[in-house]
């Protein structure tokens, strides 16, 4: 829901939006230029080939793909509810990414890099910022007013 309330006021301001992208790196502004860049490729699942594996071996096939249950494995309990993944900056992505191009790289030139992305990503972590998730118990609210006054006009039902 807050990714979707994102895309929507970015749409409202005009924010150039791109679809089934992947950033592999950031450039810093190169001298004279105050926009940094994004290397932008197609984004293709995992980036790993799982080419000649059988369809019946799905258990090899998980393992290349590196399909994982609990998006939180690297995560540290710190109290109760309280979960944090702790990163450092990844100076290779800060600096441009991998030195190799492709015919299908984009370059993005921004002022403000604003990141709405899912739990599977990677920028986060390769940017350096620490997430944390708040995990609460379910609960149902409910509030009943008991006092009635019988002679107030505003409290008699219609």
Known sequence: ELQL???KTAL???VK???AKELIGLKPPEEGNKKWQGRVVPYV???IQAEGLKREDEEARSVVEDVKKDKTDTYIRTTKCNLIESTSVDDVFINGGAA?????EIRVRF???IIAEGEWSSTTRKCGFDKSIDKFGKAIGLIVNMTYDKSDPA???R
């Open 17 to 19: 939006v791109l679809y």
């Open 111 to 113: 002022y403000h890099y």
């Open 155 to 157: 409290q008699i039902g």
């Open 5 to 7: 309330t994102f895309l």
């Open 100 to 104: 190799y191009t492709t015919e299908d």
């Open 12 to 14: 409202l301001y005009g």
């Open 45 to 47: 699942k995992q980036r």
